[in-house]
């Protein structure tokens, strides 16, 4: 197993990627760490699917927005398993909405949710990984950051942050045996996705991804489970500062 011994926060990973994440890591040995800001049943149930395969995993609810919240959440991560070596700086928010009916208050909370965040994390578990003298901090970013996206400006701004901050980073804590990269997934196909569109929008994105994409069909969660891997495990040691685009070959750069 590549991450026996290790133990994963993630954030956001009550569903979705980030679920299915967290999961992916527990059967390769890791002990992970379920956030959550709203929905602490779902988190639970994660945490309870991990456990019934044999896993070790616990939710701690936060809002990572919030430094005190972040804090807070990484102390409790450290007494329960004694340090952090993976975070995955998952959790986000993807609002609709015509650019200019944008209020600052909502630029605001998504800069916040989707990048300030990374930030928060990122310092909470620092001194940690540097004191073991290893660490490995994954960014989720989004395919939008090559596409560009009506009617996602906050969105896909906030996600072409996190690819500046994953480089910038990368170079702040490398001497520290701690490797900082980012992922962008495609138009993977969410339970959120099911909530917030109707199912024609669906089946048309479906249309044109699969025209779009190498592969005729949607990306769903699985799809991207490997390259979070790969990138949490010894594997990427030596592989620091970089996006990686999952996205089915809709993108190629």
Same mark, same amino acid.
């Given at each position: 197993?590549?991450?026996?011994?290790r133990?994963?926060?993630?954030?956001?990973?009550?569903?979705s990627?980030?679920?299915a994440?967290a999961?992916r890591?527990?059967?390769e040995?890791?002990?992970?760490?379920?956030?959550?800001?709203?929905?602490?049943?779902?988190?639970?149930?994660?945490?309870?699917?991990i456990r019934?395969?044999?896993?070790?995993?616990?939710?701690?609810?936060a809002?990572?927005?919030?430094?005190?919240?972040?804090?807070?959440?990484?102390?409790?991560? =450290?007494?329960r398993? *004694?340090t952090?070596? +993976?975070?995955? /700086?998952?959790?986000?928010?993807?609002?609709?909405? $015509?650019?200019? &009916?944008?209020t600052?208050?909502e630029?605001?909370?998504?800069?916040?949710?989707?990048?300030?965040?990374?930030?928060?994390?990122a310092?909470?578990?620092?001194?940690?990984?540097?004191?073991?003298?290893?660490?490995?901090?994954?960014?989720?970013?989004?395919?939008?950051?090559f596409?560009g996206?009506?009617?996602?400006l906050?969105?896909?701004?906030?996600?072409?942050?996190?690819v500046?901050?994953?480089?910038?980073? =990368?170079?702040?804590? *490398?001497?520290?045996? +701690?490797?900082v /990269?980012?992922?962008?997934?495609?138009?993977?196909l $969410?339970?959120t &996705?099911?909530?917030k569109?109707?199912?024609?929008t669906i089946?048309?994105?479906g249309?044109?991804?699969a025209?779009?994409?190498?592969?005729?069909?949607?990306?769903?969660?699985?799809?991207?489970?490997?390259?979070?891997l790969?990138l949490?495990s010894?594997?990427?040691?030596?592989i620091?500062?970089?996006?990686?685009?999952?996205d089915?070959?809709?993108?190629?750069?």
């Open positions: 197993m590549k991450l026996q011994g133990t994963a926060l993630i954030t956001g990973s009550s569903r990627i980030g679920a994440v999961k890591y527990a059967r040995g890791a002990r992970v760490v379920i956030n959550y800001r709203s929905h602490p049943e779902l988190a639970d149930q994660v945490v309870e699917e019934a395969e044999g896993g070790e995993a616990f939710a701690c609810g809002d990572v927005s919030v430094e005190a919240e972040v804090e807070a959440m990484v102390k409790e991560t =450290a007494a398993y *004694g952090v070596d +993976i975070l995955v /700086n998952n959790a986000a928010m993807d609002p609709r909405k $015509t650019w200019y &009916e944008i600052g208050e630029w605001d909370r998504i800069m916040g949710v989707n990048v300030r965040s990374q930030f928060f994390c310092k909470a578990v620092f001194p940690y990984m540097k004191k073991q003298g290893y660490g490995k901090i994954i960014n989720v970013s989004s395919v939008t950051f596409t996206q009506k009617q996602f906050h969105y896909v701004t906030s996600k072409g942050a996190i500046g901050f994953t480089r910038a980073l =990368a170079r702040e804590v *490398g001497e520290h045996n +701690i490797t /990269n980012c992922i962008t997934p495609g138009a993977v $969410t339970e &996705e099911y909530e569109v109707s199912g024609e089946r048309e994105s249309e044109f991804l025209k779009a994409q190498c592969f005729p069909r949607r990306e769903v969660a699985a799809d991207v489970e490997g390259a979070f790969f949490a010894s594997d990427s040691d030596f620091s500062g970089q996006t990686l685009n999952v089915g070959g809709w993108m190629m750069h």
